[in-house]
């Protein structure tokens, strides 16, 4: 009897003479045929569905891998072509970047995705951000704390909405569109609807064709967030929220609080893994 494997199948069959005997069937080119179909109808599926992006408006959108972006970034696909950039700033918590790069993979079709390398501004600005600094501890204690303004990254936004403003540009793409929201509001100056007003004036000037930068979520909480991606599915276990860079979530600094308090207002579990646990 031949040597069989999970590529053969035995049939019994009966002989001439009326004999029965065990013939063992090579399956291993009927599977190969079978994943060689299934690929292709996969691939034909996500060509047409690139076929209906690409019908679509081009909107750049500023994804950090927080579950506001992240959240904004699945709204935005039912209507607009997206193209995502993330910053690499120098920033403790670069985990939010491999966060952007899961939710754009996530999406259908998927989200291309660029990663910027700004790390120099780490020493740039090393002297005014716990998020830089090594030797500046993260506060804990909630946004709205006094100790919570060392997270501020001097003119952090305006850094990268002007970037996403020259990348839309060279896209073609009219819209910018970043996930500034109420509870910014309290700590920093590049979230609040003043600061948003003057980047449109300035986005709508500076070059040949107009661009408009949206915040649609600048009057939303994060809770108001939270029930737009649950409707949405956005898989809040592949973003990243918190301030230190470690392996979980501190749940202790004023960025997890608020997503905690997000959730918790919800009534929904928020399926990151934390230390506090």
């Known amino acids: 009897m ?54 679509k408006e081009k909107a750049v959108i500023i994804l950090s891998g927080g579950m506001d972006s992240g959240t904004l970034l699945f709204d935005l696909k039912r209507k607009y072509n997206v193209f995502a950039i993330t910053f690499d700033y120098g920033q403790k918590h670069r985990k939010e970047i491999f966060a952007a790069k899961a939710l754009c993979l996530k999406t259908k079709p998927k989200t291309p995705h660029q990663v910027m390398n700004l790390s120099g501004l780490r020493g740039l600005l ?55 929201h109420s509870g910014d509001h309290a700590i920093y100056p590049d979230c609040r609807p003043v600061f948003v007003y003057q980047m449109q004036k300035v986005a709508s000037v500076c070059h040949y064709d107009p661009v408009e930068v949206h915040a649609p979520y600048l009057n939303f909480n994060k809770a108001d967030i939270l029930r737009i991606g649950y409707k949405l ?10 301030y230190n860079g470690r392996v979980r979530a501190c ?21 990151l893994e934390y230390e506090t646990d």
């Open 2 to 55: 031949g040597e069989q494997n999970e590529y053969t199948r035995t049939n019994i069959v009966e002989m001439e003479d009326g004999s029965f005997e065990e013939i063992i069937e090579d399956q291993s080119s009927l599977k190969s045929s079978v994943q060689a179909e299934f690929k292709a109808k996969m691939l034909e599926e996500e060509q047409k569905e690139q076929e209906v992006e690409n019908r």
């Open 233 to 242: 599915k956005v898989p809040y276990e592949h973003t990243w929220t918190c």
């Open 126 to 180: 090393k002297n005014s951000s716990s998020l830089l600094n090594n030797s500046i501890k993260v506060p804990d204690g909630h946004y709205e704390d006094e100790t919570m303004k060392s997270t501020v990254v001097p003119n952090r936004n305006m850094i990268m909405l002007s970037i996403a403003i020259g990348y839309a540009i060279d896209l073609g793409a009219k819209k910018v569109f970043y996930a500034a």
């Open 251 to 271: 749940g202790k600094c004023g960025s997890c609080q608020e997503r905690l308090e997000a959730f918790d207002e919800i009534g929904l579990e928020d399926p």
